[in-house]
DNA sequence: CAACAAGTTGACGTTTACGTAAAGGGAAGC
DNA sequence: GCTTCCCTTTACGTAAACGTCAACTTGTTG
């Protein structure tokens, strides 16, 4: 059940350097024996979130914020509002990212089109090259 | 119909130098008046796909190969072939953002949910001890 | 027991994407 | 003519997120 730092390396395909770092950073923090650092899936899973955040572009002191949401009971009056102001402005963020994706996904399609019509131009060409020296 | 780096800084809400540095890295190239830079719509335009590829995490370096497929043209066969992998490439990695955001948003979801109860815990505290004020 | 693999802690280096002066040009207004 | 903007280039500084040694400890295997 528990992991090895290059255990969650392989799997995350990220180096140990990158997860020591993260620790560093306040983003995990494994049980150890002795010095050796050891990850229960709860480790795994922050892990895990980690990288989906810096897919989106988060960086690591914004997943750790992000982190935070996920116990509000240790917060008070005050912090729970600001946590609710950090989620709205999270969703708006991935709404706008969302909205960016979609017209991307639409451009790389005319992208795509535009390069096979090149393609079949370049190819074409190239059957009359080839039909030409086929000729001769 | 022309723009100054002051007017698309303003804009875009990016610094003059932010503007200047993207061109330092081949990804604009406006027309000049002496020294000083006039932007096209098209310039326009180009700023702004930099800033969405920024948005969803892109390096400069990636849009600006991104760009690149504006023009198929351009390529030989082998470079057509290089484009459809990119494209390809860039899709996967949408789709993944994609549920990425969709996985999120949920959490997000019951984020919100944890700290309304919380507040509301918090405030029916407050209410008692309002409660208990008003009543000594 | 020697060697080797895998882990550790510094500590300095690197890339990306600008920020931040410094020093100056050119036109517009008083 | 002087000041005031807005623009310019040059150049060094910086934050984030690791990469890359170096030097060392800790099992474990031949």
């Not at 992991?3 to 990158?18: C, G, H, M, N, Q």
Request: glycine share 6%.
């Amino acid at each position: 059940m528990p992991y090895s730092i290059s255990d969650l390396a392989k799997e995350f395909d990220v180096t140990p350097r990158a997860i020591r770092f993260y620790e560093e950073q306040g983003l995990l923090n494994p049980e150890r024996r002795g010095q050796t650092r050891i990850y229960s899936p709860s480790d795994r899973v922050r892990l895990k979130l980690i990288l989906r955040g810096k897919r989106l572009g988060f960086t690591l002191e914004e997943s750790r914020t992000l982190f935070e949401l996920y116990d509000p009971s240790s917060g008070n009056r005050r912090q729970l509002e600001t946590m609710l102001e950090t989620i709205d402005r999270h969703r708006t963020h991935l709404a706008q990212q969302l909205h960016d994706i979609q017209v991307m996904m639409l451009e790389l399609d005319e992208a795509e089109t535009r390069c096979a019509r090149a393609l079949e131009a370049a190819g074409s060409a190239e059957n009359n090259k080839n039909i030409a020296s086929t000729e001769g």
